[in-house]
């Protein structure tokens, strides 16, 4: 943990090392349900100002975990902090937060500035300073010349962007968005991102963000918690996540890969004992005669014909095409390897002979792949 004790009590507005403070703190997060737990001893430190998604299958754990720095369920076990405050007594209209959700229904019968305006009527801000507020935040979020329209007359696109501007506009310490994008189509969204990753940078405020969509996440965070089974598997940077999964499961939910799955592994360096791929690099988890799988990322898997040589030190496995998809910038083929697995290659230029049907051989450089206890983690995401 990065955070020295000082930064945890200590009087923070002062606080030279911006880095340190504390935006939001989970320590030994719990949530039973009927004793079964669904967030399971959940610690996470988030700094003031950073963008952090939580990311992960359905049913793992992630509304819930926000659900409890909301205020609207209560934790089973542990604690939480926004800044400087434990809000274990605090109710959800006094944590400092704004909430973005999936459908977050907008006041049908007022105004999108009369939308805007409600959370600062609540707290009881003058007229004059309430409209100079909502004026800012309609200009945010670029819906100024919509002010005086009500939500029946906008898109979909221009409804999520009102409700943005009604969680940003009392200037909260803490965003939290739930899905926020999920029911709109891919351009919206896409634009929509930049949008959020522009205002992020523009009111510095702490982003909590919740998706299924790897994607989403990986283009949008600072840092991504992979949740699976009410537990973070591993909190990274979305490069950390994609270079160096920890977990079989990290590995294959965030990114495209190809998975050698083997047997035999063993942890001493430099030596591998039998294994399906012929690989030489000890994995982190694996013990002696553990199954191990090696991931490898598509830009790390290049194709050959049957017969010619491996690269000095490099592995090989052969594989059939399924599809060969031009991108305009590089190639894609979907392999299918000799266990029924499907895998990945992605080439800066056409691969010869890799049409639909072909056999090949796939290769790559043990140093570019990562070896992975194989807790039969990945399955659900094969094929
Ligand atoms: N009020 C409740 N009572 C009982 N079980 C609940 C309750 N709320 C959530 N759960 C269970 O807790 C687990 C986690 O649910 P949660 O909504 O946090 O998942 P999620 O990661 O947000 O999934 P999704 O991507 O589908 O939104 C699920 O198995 C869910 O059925
Ligand atoms: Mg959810």
Redesign the pocket.
């Known amino acids: 943990m990065s955070h020295s004790a000082h930064s945890a009590h200590g009087p923070s507005e002062e606080q030279p090392d911006q880095a340190s403070r504390i935006g939001v703190r989970l320590t030994n997060v719990t949530?039973r349900?009927?004793g079964?737990p669904?967030?399971d001893d959940i610690s996470i430190d988030i700094r003031r100002g950073e963008f952090v998604t939580?990311l992960?299958?359905?049913?793992?754990?992630?509304?819930?975990?926000?659900?409890m720095i909301a205020g609207f369920?209560q934790v089973s076990e542990g604690g939480i902090q926004i800044h400087d405050r434990s809000v274990a007594a605090v109710p959800p209209h006094k944590r400092d937060i704004g909430m973005v959700f999936q459908n977050y229904a907008l006041f049908p019968h007022r105004t999108v500035a009369g939308n805007v305006a409600f959370p600062l009527e609540r707290r009881r801000i003058g007229k004059a300073e309430r409209a100079k507020m909502v004026g800012d935040a309609l200009a945010m979020v670029h819906m100024t010349d919509y002010a005086e329209r009500t939500p029946s007359e906008l898109s979909g696109g221009q409804q999520q962007r009102v409700a943005l501007a009604r969680a940003l506009v009392y200037n909260p310490a803490v965003l939290l968005m739930?899905?926020p994008l999920g029911a709109l189509d891919k351009k919206l969204r896409d634009w929509l991102q930049s949008e959020i990753k522009r205002i992020h940078l523009e009111v510095r405020s702490t982003f909590l963000y919740?998706t299924?969509d790897q994607e989403e996440a990986l283009s949008l965070s600072d840092r991504i918690a992979v949740?699976n089974n009410?537990r973070i598997e591993q909190l990274g940077t979305p490069q950390e996540l994609y270079e160096s999964p920890s977990t079989l499961f990290v590995g294959t939910f965030v990114g495209d890969s190809t998975l050698v799955r083997g047997t035999g592994f063993t942890s001493v360096a430099g030596h591998s004992t039998g294994n399906a791929a012929g690989h030489r690099v000890a994995g982190r988890g694996t013990t002696p005669d553990s199954t191990a799988a090696v991931l490898i990322r598509p830009e790390k898997l290049a194709l050959q014909s049957v017969g010619s040589a491996l690269p000095t030190g490099h592995c090989g496995i052969p594989v059939t095409i399924r599809t060969a998809t031009y991108l305009g910038n590089a190639w894609r083929y979907e392999l299918r390897l000799p266990d029924g697995s499907t895998g990945m290659a992605k080439t800066d230029s056409e691969a010869p002979g890799a049409v639909p049907g072909s056999a090949l051989t796939a290769v790559w450089d043990p140093a570019n792949a990562v070896v992975l206890a194989d807790d039969g983690g990945a399955g659900e995401f094969l094929t």
Do not use: A, N
């Open positions: 949530k349900y009927g079964k669904v967030v939580f992960g299958p359905s049913g793992s754990g992630k509304t819930t975990t926000l659900s369920t739930d899905e919740v299924h949740f009410g």
